[in-house]
């Protein structure tokens, strides 16, 4: 009798263990994200009824990551998975169709200000431009908070929200390795040639295998970006553009 009490016993042990090895595999599997079905189920957790219009694998400096977009009632997402943890690294909406309202005043700078304060706590607001997109009138506002980068799009008569994303911005810790420049130097570089501006982009990259710092600088209505030789320092691509 004892002898078939201990192997019942090891029996149930050998169950448990495996129950376990089992959830663990499980839990691992479901850390990461493998295939374009996975991200779409993902996706569809995150805004529930949406419509999956497209899924793309694509790498991101170097990192592999899923992208889906979707359509639930009048907003536009596009969410970015890292796959390696599942991880969002890149979140977006957009409202599809926006009225004008031209019968309204504008709310002005220092109310949209508050706007995007209360929407993205602890933020800091480093540039707000006011441009006219197909007949809207826009407040297009750039922040930072903590390790991520927004843009928000407030309609500029009704105070509304209509545009919102954000994405995490890239480590620096690489910035200085291999005799690199360093990011500051980059941003340095980069601000000589835009006086007064504010730098609201500046990452490591490498572009058809040489090592950069890409720099995006606004200033006034423009919008500034630059390519910067990681090594030597010398700017190998400028582009000056409206900040749309």
């Given amino acids: 009798m004892k002898t078939k009490t201990r192997i019942a016993a090891a029996l149930l042990a050998a169950c448990f263990i495996f129950a376990g090895e089992l959830v663990c595999t499980d839990q691992v599997y479901a850390a ?120 928000l799009k407030y309609h500029a008569r009704t105070g509304a929200l209509i545009d919102y994303e954000w994405e995490i911005k890239p480590s620096s810790s690489n910035n200085n390795t291999d005799g690199n420049i360093g990011l500051a130097k980059a941003k340095q570089i980069a601000l000589k040639e835009v006086p007064g501006g504010t730098v609201v982009k500046a990452e490591y990259d490498v572009d058809d295998g040489v090592a950069v710092y890409e720099v995006e600088i606004v200033k006034g209505s423009y919008e500034y970006e630059f390519k910067i030789h990681a090594k030597t320092g010398a700017i190998i691509e400028r582009d000056k553009d409206w900040n749309d």
């Fill in 32 to 151: 990461k994200i493998t295939s374009e079905a996975q991200a779409q189920k993902k996706a569809l957790q995150k805004v529930p009824n949406a419509t999956v219009t497209e899924v793309e694998r694509d790498h991101d400096d170097g990192v592999l990551v899923y992208e889906v977009q979707l359509v639930k009632g009048s907003k536009k997402y596009g969410i970015t998975y890292r796959a390696s943890d599942a991880k969002i690294v890149a979140y977006e909406w957009e409202k599809i169709s926006v009225s004008p309202s031209s019968g309204r005043t504008l709310i002005g700078e220092t109310k949209c200000r508050q706007l995007a304060a209360g929407k993205v706590k602890n933020g800091k607001i480093l540039s707000l431009n006011y441009k006219v997109d197909d007949g809207v009138d826009i407040y297009k506002v750039k922040m930072t908070a903590g390790n991520k980068r927004f843009t």
